[in-house]
């Protein structure tokens, strides 16, 4: 059984911030855990992670409301499955945020773009925009009752000066990356931030949802988990979507920075036990 704790009550917690540390200071609600058949929605619903991530929530009984820039794209790559809300919201224009968030029990935010200038970043799409001003609209934007809301940033968001983090940073990512995250923290909003490494296993862009579930990352399914931004490596997709998922079902996960790397093993999987122990143990 998963702990779950009465959602949108009035207790307070210190918040802990995104290094682990609980600061006395800030005080935030706790909402509890997000349980299956809540409305989820998924911004950034057909990038790598979200898309996983839209195809397991729906896998587990949430309901899933997938916002993106294009509603045809979305639908193309999610289909019209049951307990599927496709919408239209562009994160660098608050106006068109408010009808979407409107009704949803928590926010899972995968958007994001290129680190070097690409052909991602024509119209806006650079990282000060995407990975600072968008979240940041979108948090201001988010019900005040939500229960979570999750950001999937990066590895090396604390160290944007060491080797090799200062190279993936020369265009700023990391630094905005981080600025969406403190606009988080700072919102009062019940959060999880997620920062994976350098992402493998897809992106996937051309799968339909069974094709989806059924993908799994060869022999490095085990993940290492930290409220450090510490860690090296690779993480798979798979395994962040599954993390996201996970997160919302633990207590525990609320107000914190879990970095996350893949590593060999069995790992975890789906189970929500094994996960709760992970999360648990840091």
């Given amino acids: ?8 009550t009035t207790a307070f917690a210190p918040r802990r911030t995104a290094s682990g540390n609980r600061s006395r200071a800030a005080l935030t609600v706790r909402s ?14 057909t990038g790598g ?43 660098r224009n608050p106006e068109t ?8 029990d928590a926010i899972c935010c995968c958007t994001g773009t290129t680190a070097f200038p690409s052909k991602r970043w024509d119209g806006g799409n650079n990282p000060e925009n995407t990975d ?43 630094k905005f990356k981080r600025m969406g995250e403190q606009a988080l923290e700072a919102s009062g909003l019940p959060y999880t931030i997620i920062r994976p490494n350098r992402l493998t296993d897809g992106p996937y862009t051309s799968y339909d949802l069974n094709t989806l579930l059924k993908g799994i990352s060869g022999a490095r399914q085990d993940v290492t988990l930290s409220l450090k931004d510490d860690l090296l490596g690779e ?21 914190v920075a879990i970095s996350i790397t893949s590593k060999e093993g069995d790992g975890p999987g789906q189970d929500p036990a094994k996960w709760k122990a992970l999360f648990g143990g840091l």
């Fill in 49 to 91: 992670v979200g898309q996983l991530l839209s195809a397991k929530l729906l896998d587990r009984g949430y309901k899933v409301r997938a916002m993106s820039r294009s509603q045809e794209k979305t639908k193309q790559l999610l289909g019209d499955a049951p307990n599927l809300e496709v919408v239209y919201g562009d994160m």
């Fill in 235 to 255: 993480t798979s997709r798979i395994a962040t979507a599954e993390a996201i998922l996970q997160a919302l079902l633990v207590d525990s996960t609320e107000n």
């Fill in 132 to 174: 600072f001003i968008a979240v940041k609209n979108l948090v201001n934007a988010s019900p005040k009752g939500i229960k979570r809301f999750v950001l999937t940033t990066s590895a090396g968001v604390e160290r944007p000066g060491q080797f090799p983090w200062l190279i993936l940073n020369l265009f700023g990512v990391l």
């Fill in 1 to 8: 059984m998963i702990a779950s704790v009465a959602p949108n």
């Fill in 32 to 45: 509890g855990v997000v349980e299956p058949g809540s409305t989820v929605l998924v911004a950034g619903a």
């Fill in 97 to 104: 945020l408010d009808a979407a968030v409107q009704g949803v």
